[in-house]
């Protein structure tokens, strides 16, 4: 029986990617009976009815175990994610790239840092992001779509993977998809020139393949509406765990449970006052703190392993 996975759904229509074709399919009634939906990402199995056909068609038959599935956007067997933002044009927010990161470590999705726009911010620039993300435990890569630099390093730590993009408008995430895979013609937005932010342009969930020589699996996925996710969904006190520049000095605070906020004795603290944990993370550490302490916890719920 063909098998492939789900690189598009619209209008109860999905598209499955053999490696070789891609098939139009329906899926079977009794996914609906037993309240299970296909999600792109899916590995499925399905019958051909029209090989023939243009486009082929076909019918879902089976979804084959999930590692795992995100609720929004409603996706599955995603590996990792690739946080693009830009150096300037707009310049980058260190609090809202904060908020992507704790969300990445939220769904258990190893994160890759990517700045776009290198060619147009000095070398200082760059020096200043990685000595602010540096300790973090992701990688930093740095992009420019107009001079082609950086390209390679992309595509090496995509390959192989099913990634999902995530990221403010206007940064150049449909730019990047675009290079990465010619035939997606993914829709790219005119920075708004007027508030320095980009108009979101992906209206849908899409995975692309990107073409590689020995035919290795990867695909690659814009996330419409990602810029709105709330931050955590679990308590205030939670958040220390979700900066790893953190983990050196835990457990040696003066006090056992310490937010490292005002706490007298605090390591943490002492930490950024000697420079070993960079003012900027701890600063947005402190207002997530603060934001997460005045509201009530969000709780969503993310599933992972669910065939």
Do not use: W
Not at 99 to 128: G, N, T, Y
Not at 165 to 193: D, H, M, Q, W, Y
Request: proline content about 6%; charged content about 30%; overall charge neutral.
């Amino acid at each position: 029986m063909p098998s492939g996975k789900i690189i598009k759904s619209l209008s109860g229509f999905y598209e499955v990617h053999t490696g070789r074709a891609v098939y139009r399919c329906r899926a079977k009634g009794v996914f609906r009976s037993l309240g299970v939906k296909p999600l792109v990402g899916d590995d499925v199995e399905f019958d051909v009815i029209a090989e023939s056909a243009e486009p082929k068609e076909g019918t879902i038959t089976r979804i084959l175990p999930r590692k795992n599935e995100l609720i929004r956007p409603s996706v599955a067997n995603i590996d990792q994610s690739l946080l693009v933002f830009a150096i300037t044009h707009p310049a980058p927010s260190y609090q809202m790239l904060d908020r992507f990161l704790i969300s990445m470590q939220e769904r258990k999705l190893p994160a890759i840092l990517c700045f776009s726009k290198a060619d147009l911010a000095p070398e200082a620039e760059k020096e200043e992001l990685r000595g602010i993300y540096g300790r973090c435990g992701c990688q930093i890569l740095f992009l420019s779509t107009e001079e082609g630099s950086g390209l390679d390093a992309i595509r090496r730590v995509l390959r192989g993977k099913t990634t999902v993009f995530a990221g403010p408008s206007g940064v150049g995430k449909s730019t990047l998809i675009n290079l990465l895979c010619p035939e997606a013609e993914a829709e790219t937005g005119e920075l708004s020139r007027k508030i320095q932010r980009g108009k979101n342009t992906t209206r849908h969930v899409e995975l692309f393949r990107v073409d590689e020589e020995d035919g290795t699996g990867t695909f690659v996925m814009d996330t419409p509406g990602f810029t709105s996710l709330d931050v955590m969904a679990g308590q205030a006190e939670e958040l220390k765990d979700y900066y790893p520049e953190f983990v050196p000095y835990l457990g040696k605070c003066r006090f056992d449970g310490c937010n490292h906020m005002e706490e007298p004795g605090c390591a943490v603290r002492q930490a950024v006052q000697e420079g070993q944990i960079p003012v900027a993370r701890y600063e947005n550490y402190r207002a997530l703190f603060l934001e997460l302490k005045d509201r009530k916890p969000v709780y969503r719920k993310e599933r992972n392993g669910r065939g």
